[in-house]
């Protein structure tokens, strides 16, 4: 899947930093945040709420301006991009909302919806192409009977439709990359596996690469398996690894307390699981971050004097992982 | 389930959305009915909605009908109303009828444009301020809040002895200046806060452009809004002129309700029992109007609300 | 109290004299414009005193209105058309159903008390957290403000609250798992042999989450409450349930101890619904959904109503509707063809081949 090494990668931040909020009272939701997403691959983005998972997303996708920081569609700064340039961009990267009934325009029809790309673009040449192309999305996406479907208005279809609308109207501008912002998390369980599966065909079928946000493990781990995961604490990712290895052997002390407390849906796996005990239930708040490494009061192997002190930097262990903590640092003798 | 469609199920979808003319004609008939059904559903509303229909069709079909009564007949000033006159004679022994008939049109006319220009202002403006913000926003939310501050009346009867007021088009504008901001004022936090919502993202997303954004996105969904607006400025604007023509400022009038009034005052119809129908006839005839409007209004909310209609 | 004893279930692991509460045959209504919407069609159930259940289902299922109904809080669209909430304790039945006023606000809290979502609208946002407390005590005692602030004080502390700092504030200053945990403390204000739970842990981050989990663990290790807790999340149950009753349109389609239902489903949308939930750390799976959606509550269709999803459909599901059947010990199922899931349990939901007419 990963092309060869001296492809520029499809996105690529670097040093991305957000902030909200007036001078005085500055919340940093994007804290120094740098990843590459390789031309068909997959990155999850984890974590809790507060993290900056969905912040990231929306500059990913270019709706909202980086405080500092780099943002590179195919190696350029789309921020520093010509009009031309930017309209490519705009389109060539798309993003799945959360909520399916805030997504789609309560005043219009499906039909409305999914055409008013495929004319503004140009992308049909007439009102016969426009309908063929929309039972093909229809067919991709998995929504049947078109004729029916079209005609509707978005309160007349379930959760998990609208969510394959939202995809379908993504797909009509061809995009080659897809933020999913939680994208299956308000639908019902029964459906998630197959809108995940339907997501997955598009990568394989239709060479679209993804960042996929959940604060979901098992979501995470079940469609990104083939990819990788960036763990995010409080604005920073702070473990980057291949799926398989971050769910087995997690290195971060967050990310393994997270594992050992994720309540998982089999009771034998759940009751055994080895709990690991946080110093503090405290959540950091954004306002008021603690010094140095943001997770240190509740880390449970937290060294004095030094977590306390000194934010740790995100750093290559060598086997194409990266961890953000000093311990790790120290026991692996990593360099920069 | 299936991933192609057979020859049939391609014939016939592309048979849908054909449209011939027959079609289209079929389509507006279908959309009236609908409209009508639509305004069916809230009993009230309907009511209203037919009584403003009626309005209309009595003041501007009327007229062919039944005539203004020009005759001066000193013998019956101030009649009592009789089966031949149902609402009694005037000063000059005209029938008041006929001069109901006949004394809608100047005022329902000034009405809808003075609804129709502040509307557009309003909105226009509602919506631009919000979408483009900065230093625009800035200016006209002054400028709006400047007009708000000022009472309305007093100074619609100033602009109006200023300005020589000389046609209905002069007199709407006049009214529809003053009474923008509020709207302004509306659409502008509503726009503010429908830009927010995820589907305008994925307009963004998607590049449909600022025009669609602002006129195909946000604004639909504040119609019902706009529409009771609109129907408000309505009525609004028949009680400024009522306003001003009592008070002499609208030189060109001919015999509308407004005038009635004004002329049944001076003329002393509120002294004698008799003449009490050509007092009160405009008076009556006016607040069925704006009653009937407020009464449309519950309907309205139900058309342009896709989610009220026949819930799935 | 009783003129008829209440109807034993053959699969509830002890006598229904001895349960906490008992559920027979509960049917609940609501008006909508398009027509009746049969929310709770036929549900029976038991819950013994101490012992937790966990009742599962997706949107439509009915569960959040069986529990709501359960102490009569629905709507007043709504209506329970049918059924009877016999509740025992000290030797003295009742049905909640039948119960006057004051008997029902006794009910309700001092003997059921309710924990709703952690959203804001479960808080009245104009009162500070001890007068909320103070509030809730006194409309069922009377109490005087110092014994409800030691009384709060200390289920808040076994909640892992500070009570000097939570007891003063708005529950806009507290933060969602907070507020989730002082429901739990105002919920056992009252001493009340068994509490319901509504989404306990939905929408909270998983570290918040695990903190509710084993708290809700340890409170009923100490205090011995039942539970009933409604969710849609397979995993809350797997941590914290003894018996598990999935819903779907309305009814109870499988019935069982934690381990049957997850080991050991016999119901196809018992089956489906375990398949399609992934484990973080079990492990990659083969996961899959279970097509179609579920039906309209209004206009139900004939027969099963799961029947157009499910691989196992026959005709036979077309037009009968199974009630729960009596499958094992503490486990039973509403489905015919229960032994054939048993068979094919393991075969990939795709490849999942219908019995004939002849096989049952």
Not at chain 1, 85 to 109: C, G, W
Not at chain 3, 22 to 35: C, L, N
Not at chain 3, 133 to 146: D, G, I, L, S, W
Request: proline letters at 5%.
């Amino acid at each position: 899947m990963i092309q060869a090494t001296s492809q520029v990668p499809l996105i690529e931040v670097r040093n991305l930093s957000r902030a909200f909020g007036s001078r005085r009272h500055r919340i940093w939701a994007v804290d120094d945040v740098s990843f590459r997403v390789p031309h068909g691959d997959i990155l999850c983005l984890v974590g809790e709420s507060g993290c900056g998972k969905t912040t990231t997303g929306k500059l990913v996708a270019g709706l909202l301006r980086p405080t500092s920081g780099e943002m590179l569609f195919e190696g350029r700064n789309i921020w520093e991009m010509e009009r031309s340039e930017f309209k490519r961009y705009r389109t060539a990267v798309q993003l799945i909302h959360q909520d399916p009934y805030a997504s789609l325009n309560p005043m219009h029809t499906i039909y409305d919806i999914i055409t008013a790309p495929l004319f503004r673009h140009n992308l049909v040449s007439s009102r016969a192409h426009a309908w063929e192309r929309c039972v093909e999305l229809f067919n991709i996406v998995g929504l049947t009977p078109p004729e029916d479907l079209l005609r509707k208005h978005p309160h007349e279809l379930s959760g998990g439709q609208r969510q394959r609308v939202s995809v379908a109207r993504a797909l009509t501008v061809n995009p080659s990359f897809i933020v999913a912002d939680e994208a299956v998390s308000m639908v019902d369980v029964s459906i998630r596996v197959s809108l995940l599966t339907m997501l997955g065909r598009l990568r394989k079928e239709f060479d679209v690469t993804f960042l996929f946000i959940t604060h979901d493990l098992a979501l995470a781990k079940y469609f990104a398996w083939d990819g990788r995961i960036a763990v995010m604490y409080v604005g920073s990712v702070i473990e980057l690894a291949d799926t398989p290895r971050l769910i087995n052997d997690p290195l971060h002390p967050y990310t393994q307390a997270l594992l050992s407390a994720v309540p998982e849906a089999d009771p034998e796996l759940t009751r055994s699981k080895q709990r690991i005990p946080l110093r503090s239930q405290d959540i950091p708040s954004l306002l008021n971050l603690p010094t140095g490494c943001r997770f240190h009061p509740r880390c449970p192997q937290f060294i004095e004097g030094l977590c306390d002190v000194q934010r740790p930097a995100l750093v290559d262990t060598g086997d194409g992982r990266q961890v953000a903590c000093h311990l790790v640092a120290r026991e692996r003798g990593m360099i920069k | 389930m299936s991933g192609t469609m057979s020859s049939n199920d391609v014939i016939r979808s592309t048979a849908i959305y054909q449209r011939t003319t027959k079609d289209i004609l079929l389509g507006i008939l279908k959309g009236i009915g609908e409209f009508f059904r639509l305004m069916a559903r809230n009993r009230t509303g309907f009511i209203g909605f037919i009584i403003v229909v009626l309005y209309f069709v009595v003041s501007f079909l009327g007229p062919y009908v039944i005539p203004v009564d020009k005759e001066t007949k000193v013998t019956r000033i101030f009649e009592k109303p009789s089966w031949q006159h149902p609402l009694g004679m005037d000063h000059e022994g005209r029938d008041t009828f006929s001069q109901v008939v006949n004394g809608g049109r100047d005022i329902l006319t000034t009405a809808l444009l003075t609804a129709l220009i502040s509307t557009a202002i309003g909105v226009t403006l509602g919506a631009l301020s919000a979408v483009l913000g900065g230093g625009i926003d800035t200016l006209l939310s002054a400028f709006a809040d400047i007009f708000m501050s000022i009472p309305q009346f007093p100074l619609q009867v100033v602009l109006a002895g200023f300005i020589q007021v000389k046609s209905m088009l002069i007199l709407s504008l006049i009214l529809a200046i003053l009474s923008w901001p509020g709207l302004y004022r509306a659409v502008r936090a509503q726009v503010l806060s429908l830009r927010e919502r995820d589907y305008v993202e994925a307009a963004i997303l998607l590049d449909l452009g600022t025009w669609h954004i602002v006129f195909k996105e946000i604004l639909p969904n504040m119609m019902s809004y706009i529409a009771i607006s609109f129907a408000f400025s309505m009525t609004g604007a028949i009680y400024a002129q009522t306003g001003l023509v009592l008070l002499g400022l609208v030189p060109f009038s001919s015999h509308n309700w407004g005038v009635m009034i004004s002329i049944a005052w001076t003329r002393g119809a509120i002294f004698y029992r008799d003449s009490a129908a050509y007092i009160l006839a405009p008076v009556f005839t006016i607040a069925l109007f704006q009653l009937a409007m407020v009464w449309m209004t519950r309907s309205l909310e139900e058309v342009f609300n896709p989610r009220l209609r026949g819930r799935a | 109290m009783e003129t008829t004893p209440t109807r034993q279930l053959p699969w509830s692991k002890g006598q229904a004299r001895y349960a906490l509460i008992s559920v027979r045959d509960m049917h609940i209504e609501y008006w909508a414009e398009r027509g009746q919407v049969k929310a709770v069609r036929g549900v029976d159930f038991d819950i013994f005193p101490g012992e937790s259940l966990s009742l599962i289902g997706e949107s439509g299922s009915g569960k959040t209105t069986l529990g709501l109904g359960l102490i009569r809080l629905l709507v007043k669209t709504a209506d329970i058309t049918r059924g009877q909430v016999i509740y025992r304790r000290n030797g003295v039945e009742q049905d909640v159903l039948k119960l006057d006023p004051d008997g029902l606000r006794h009910f309700r809290w001092q003997e059921c008390a309710m924990v709703f979502q952690a959203a804001q609208s479960a808080f009245n946002p104009v009162l500070r957290i001890r007068d909320q407390m103070y509030e809730t005590v006194k409309a069922h005692r009377p109490a005087t403000r110092a014994e409800v602030n030691a009384l709060a004080s200390e289920l808040l502390e076994r909640v892992q609250l500070e009570p000097s700092r939570v007891l003063r504030a708005y529950p806009h200053e507290l933060s969602g798992g907070m507020r989730q945990r002082v429901l739990i403390a105002m919920a056992l204000l009252l001493n009340p042999p068994l509490i319901i739970l509504d989404e306990p842990t939905t929408a909270l981050d998983i570290l918040t989450q695990r903190t509710i989990i084993d708290l809700l663990r340890a409170l009923q290790n100490d205090l011995n409450f039942a539970m009933m807790f409604i969710s849609h999340d397979l995993s809350l149950a797997a941590e914290l349930a003894n018996h598990v009753a999935t819903m779907y349109a309305g009814r109870i389609v499988e019935y069982g101890t934690v381990n049957q239902i997850f080991y050991e489903p016999r119901h196809p949308y018992t089956l489906g619904l375990i398949r399609a939930v992934p484990t973080v750390t079990g492990g990659f799976e083969d996961l899959s959904s279970i097509a179609g959606t579920p039906p309209d509550l209004i206009d139900l269709p004939p027969g099963c109503k799961f029947h157009l999803r499910c691989p196992f459909a026959t005709r036979r599901c077309q037009q009968e509707e199974p009630d729960l059947i009596h499958i094992g010990p503490e486990h039973a199922a509403a489905c015919f063809y229960w032994q054939e899931v048993e068979r094919q349990a393991d075969r990939p939901w795709e490849e999942i081949k219908a019995p004939s007419e002849g096989d049952v």
